[in-house]
């Protein structure tokens, strides 16, 4: 099953995706992560997509990210080797973990901003997580009961920013910068922990970015099952779970995006992601 949150008459609405297009579910002002966090199983969500009376037919849809405010949303850096391998670190034998602020999220087909401050903006394709349980101390063998289902990400980072200090926060939390969607895939479509996929990074139609989900390092379980030693997982987090080789900043001369730059994200049995860069236009402070 296919869930996105939709902007439907200025207001957001979960949807289910179904033959007569996309079902609305839930009420307006909600969002999927909403139903998420209050423990709505796909069992759930599948009922409420057979009782819909209203639909969105697909071309007609513009889509926000699936969860405008999850609980957490953590990422994995570093996760496949050859990615780390252009970058200026180490292979850790930990996952390298961060998080992002709700903030700094976007959807398909959004504008991503070129912040005046820097011209280092890069991309980097990912596949996301959604929780759709918790807990602590989850084992890694049950750690694939958690996931609710997979979702395109694109995780551009303000590479300046990025290395400006020892910590990464800045550089990976402007604002919109981390796009994910169109749409959740449920997990019971796809194969566990999302191994095995395709993934591609595009920029203007040229690949940057080619590898496969079965090659990254820490995979899906080890990274819920390892952050739960430390951190309550909730319904509706999010896990954007790490970037292969490619990116702009490992290239010689760097490939660094524009405005007038359309970037893709397809993922095989997940979905395409697409957004398109500008640059910031200053608005003044009130």
């Known amino acids: 099953m296919k869930l996105a949150t939709l902007l439907i008459d200025d207001a957001l609405r979960p949807a289910a995706y179904t033959e007569r297009g996309w079902a609305l579910i839930g009420q307006p002002g909600q969002d999927l992560g909403a139903l998420l966090r209050r423990g709505a199983s796909r069992d759930d969500l599948a009922r409420l997509a057979a009782e819909a ?51 700094s999220l976007g959807a398909h087909e959004a504008e991503v901003e070129r912040p005046l401050v820097s011209d280092s903006l890069d991309f980097e394709g990912e596949m996301v997580v959604v929780l759709g349980k918790g807990g602590r101390h989850i084992p890694r063998e049950r750690a694939l009961e958690c996931v609710f289902g997979y979702a395109v990400g694109n995780e551009i980072s303000v590479r300046e920013y990025q290395f400006i200090s020892p910590q990464w926060t800045v550089g990976k939390n402007f604002d919109g910068t981390g796009t994910w969607g169109p749409y959740v895939v ?80 397809e993922i095989e049995r997940i979905g395409l992601l697409r957004n398109r860069i500008r640059d910031e236009r200053k608005t003044p402070w009130a």
């Open 53 to 103: 009376t209203q639909f969105v037919a697909p071309a007609d849809a513009t889509f926000l990210a699936p969860s405008m405010e999850p609980p957490k949303i953590l990422c994995v850096g570093l996760n496949y080797a050859d990615h780390t391998k252009e970058s200026p670190y180490e292979q850790p034998d930990y996952p390298t973990l961060f998080l992002r602020a709700a903030t």
């Open 186 to 265: 449920t997990a019971d479509e796809l194969p566990a922990g999302g191994s095995g996929l395709k993934i591609e990074t595009r920029l203007n139609g040229e690949t940057m970015q080619s590898s496969n989900t079965r090659d990254m390092l820490f995979d899906v379980a080890s990274v819920i099952s390892t952050v739960s030693e430390a951190i309550t997982l909730q319904p509706g987090d999010v896990i954007f779970s790490g970037t292969p080789a490619g990116v702009g900043f490992g290239r010689t001369p760097k490939r660094y995006m524009k405005a007038g730059d359309v970037v893709e994200v």
